[in-house]
């Protein structure tokens, strides 16, 4: 593309996303630095749509860091709920610990700093310092790449990992201004990004309404399909250690933390104060139905909590997973800090 080519590229695109942008929080002009750090650890491998509700109940628990740093790493990984890969919840109490520690409680701006925050990666960095400080950063995810894959080399799908011609691709597109205004890397960054996620999508790309269709290489080149011989990224998830994981999971937010309940450890099948019995008793999980060899496991809970568990832990003995996937599960869970045994070694619970 010539100088006056991305020049208009870029207005087209602006433009349409002052026009159809979603209305997120995070973008808001009233969103802290905080917010904007918070729905990027969020945002990691999770819709949208997942996102929005858990991101307003933190902002409203913990609406700064010093508040996220002072929670038990238990709550924390109860609040994250359902939106997966939880040690994304972890890594974001580490970082409001160190930005406490370190910055005095203020996120902080440049790239090199933000960079240096327990989980932050170069996207990460790169997207606050953008969004939240209107620094003029190269900001590069999923949905960058494929549109200007698209726009500008005429292809489908970009590789598979990030290459440095994409990286110098998107360093000449993204603006020379800083700050928040029509014309900054900022507006550019997140406009792009929405272009991508709304219209330019992965499957079903909504040529028809793209501001830059007759820009488009890809199109113009009659839009070719991918290589047939590219293998899918797909992430399996029945049967396997990670579906245990998040039953497991789902069982110890249920039961409570921080010292006080949790799920009996003990080859996975002990604890103390109401068992399964209770529940195959009230006609909750059946005496004989579906555990497939998995040891019986107990909750260590009291017995008024059994109405909170019964849900997680009839879901967890569902899945009919071989004694030796539960094992691996608790194992992993406590070697990733997801998880923690007491004092007895004989129940598993929340960390505190």
């Not at 002009?29 to 750090?37: C, F, N, P």
């Not at 800083?178 to 999508?201: H, K, P, Q, Y």
């Amino acid at each position: 593309m010539s100088s006056p080519d991305i020049e208009r590229v870029r207005r087209a695109i602006v433009d349409w996303y002052g026009r159809s942008a979603r209305d997120l929080p995070w973008r808001g002009a009233g969103a802290s630095a905080w917010g904007v750090l918070v729905s990027e650890f969020m945002l990691q491998q999770t819709p949208v749509v997942r996102v929005l509700p858990v991101w307003t109940e933190w902002m409203r628990r913990w609406p700064t860091p010093a508040d996220l740093a002072e929670e038990s790493r238990a709550e924390v990984l109860r609040a994250w709920g359902r939106l997966g890969y939880p040690r994304r919840a972890l890594r974001l109490h580490a970082s409001a610990a160190a930005i406490v520690e370190f910055f005095g409680g203020e996120v902080p701006r440049t790239y090199e700093e933000l960079l240096s925050l327990p989980g932050v990666g170069t996207y990460t960095a790169a997207a606050v310092a953008s969004f939240a400080f209107g620094e003029r950063e190269v900001v590069v995810d999923t949905n960058i790449r494929r549109v200007e894959a698209r726009l500008v080399s005429g292809v489908a799908q970009p590789a598979a990992s990030l290459t440095r011609a994409e990286t110098d691709v998107a360093a000449r597109l993204v603006p020379e201004q800083d700050g928040f205004g029509a014309d900054s890397a900022a507006r550019w960054n997140i406009a792009v990004m929405e272009l991508g996620a709304l219209v330019c999508t992965a499957r079903s790309p909504k040529c028809v309404e793209c501001p830059v269709v007759g820009d488009c290489a890809w199109v113009d080149a009659g839009r070719p399909a991918p290589p047939i011989d590219r293998p899918r990224r797909t992430q399996a998830w029945h049967g396997t250690d990670r579906q245990v994981r998040g039953a497991v999971m789902a069982v110890l937010r249920a039961a409570g933390g921080g010292g006080s309940a949790g799920v009996g450890a003990t080859g996975v099948a002990a604890g103390v104060a109401a068992d399964v019995a209770e529940l195959e008793s009230a006609g909750e999980v059946a005496a004989d139905g579906g555990v497939g060899g998995v040891a019986r496991a107990r909750l260590g809970v009291a017995p008024t909590v059994v109405d909170v568990v019964y849900e997680p832990l009839a879901k967890l003995y569902a899945l009919g997973a071989p004694e030796e996937h539960l094992e691996r599960a608790v194992s992993g869970l406590v070697a990733d800090g997801l998880a923690e045994m007491d004092e007895s070694k004989a129940v598993l619970r929340l960390p505190s």
